[in-house]
């Protein structure tokens, strides 16, 4: 039995059991990787790289889109040229129920309580 062709526009996502707390927590102690995150969870769909306005050069925010996708916490895919990005929240959750939420309440009470919103 063959497997189908991948294209080289698949990139490569772990699966749910490959998952690790450490390798989670690492992607969402960055800044920029943690506001990625935090405006994925308010979205109701899947958002496009180029929908961040993040302050940091294109090639930087390439490397946290890819360290978010090889820790488990986003899957991305093409849709034409674009490059869409989902939370893995139903993964997330059930790796690590309440994580996810936790650390997003935390980010909004730290935004509020610096003054930065």
């Known amino acids: 039995m063959t497997s189908p062709a991948v294209s080289s ?3 490569p996502h ?3 059991e490959e998952i690790r707390l ?4 690492h992607a969402l102690s960055d800044p920029m990787r ?6 994925l969870a308010a979205a109701s769909d899947e958002l496009s790289c180029s929908h961040f306005d993040l302050p940091v050069t294109k090639s930087t ?7 978010l ?3 488990g916490v986003l899957r991305q895919i093409y849709q034409g040229t674009a490059k869409m ?10 790796l690590f129920p309440g994580l ?6 935390a980010a909004a009470r730290q935004t509020v309580r610096l003054g930065r919103e």
């Open 14 to 16: 772990p699966a749910r």
């Open 9 to 11: 526009r698949d990139l």
């Open 34 to 39: 943690l506001r990625i995150v935090r405006e």
């Open 22 to 25: 450490e390798g989670v927590l």
């Open 100 to 105: 996810l939420d936790a650390l997003l309440d």
């Open 61 to 67: 925010t390439t490397h946290h889109f890819r360290v």
């Open 69 to 71: 996708r090889e820790s």
């Open 85 to 94: 990005n989902g939370l893995r929240r139903d993964d997330l959750d059930d």
